[in-house]
């Protein structure tokens, strides 16, 4: 089976969870004896296809063209559907993104593929080719059966952890055919979020809510997460008070997360904030009333006043780290 992966680029460097998705395809090549390709669009480094190889791509297919530096989803669409064809590959894979999302759809119409979203494992070919995915915020899964020849599927993050045992991988340009419409929107202005690191991006965030009483309290919220390599984020109700901006709420109708670390500071846990945060790896909350809902979801529970116990886990972070 061939395997074809999009790899997504931000600012010039490929998103970890491009990488999850290469080595997602990798464990399915595995299994059935297949080859996976690696297709990037637009202009990247050496140094950053490195670690596409290592991820476990065979081979790298790269259309060195400057208008595809902007995320234009037509264009993007023709580019990959071209691949997808020339290679003949069963099977595509795109990392889960805003992007992605509107791309796949249009590459499965282009190709005649079946397609699947928020893929949260490795399918299984015990009776055929049936993937699980996550419904309803998270809060549910189900499971399809993908009959059609070719199979297009969006992968969810931490679905599998990225590969570093591959080698360096052969990198060939090739070229599309592109229509003059693929070309007809372009992106005058993007304007990002502010903070180091994003929250759909982070490895692991910090989260507060009201039982901090006040954004004069956050210093300790930001302090952690810095020390922890954070992103920084709160629930609904601080966000509607002004206590934090509005591109930090976590949530059902904010950004959902899915670190490898969710740290829940003084939030309760209602289920809209919940069914932002279910994907996360590890849930830790720290909360002085025992029956917050949160706890009930959380891998890890503290009792207690934040502001007595943040203060002694930064120390102890700290501490670690020295």
Known sequence: ??????????????????????????????????????????????????????????????????????PLVSAYATAIAQAFEQTKSSVLILAKSALSDSVGAKVAIKTGSGIVTNVSSLPDFSNGFHVQRSIYTGKAFEYVSVRSEKKVLGVRKNVVPVKEDGSVAPVAKISVNFADDDFKTTIEKTEKAEGNILLTEAEI?????????????????????????????????????????????????????SPNLYIAIGISGAIQHLAGVNSSKVLVAINKDPEAPFFKAADYGVVGDAFEVVPKLIEAVKALKN
């Open 1 to 70: 089976m061939s395997i074809l992966v999009f790899v997504e680029i931000a600012d010039g460097s490929i998103k970890k969870s491009s990488l999850e998705a290469v080595s997602y395809g990798a464990e399915i090549a595995d299994k059935l004896s297949g080859t996976v390709t690696a297709l990037i669009l637009g202009k990247i480094s050496e140094s950053e296809l490195e670690s596409v190889g290592k991820s476990g791509a065979e081979k790298i297919l790269l259309v060195d063209d400057e208008r595809l530096n902007q």
């Open 205 to 257: 965030v910090v989260s507060g809510g009201r039982g901090l009483k006040g954004p004069e309290n956050w210093g300790m919220v930001e302090e952690l997460a810095k020390e922890l390599g954070a992103a920084t984020g709160c629930s609904k109700p601080v966000s509607d008070m002004g206590w934090r901006p509005h591109h930090e709420h976590v949530g059902q109708t904010g950004v959902k997360v």
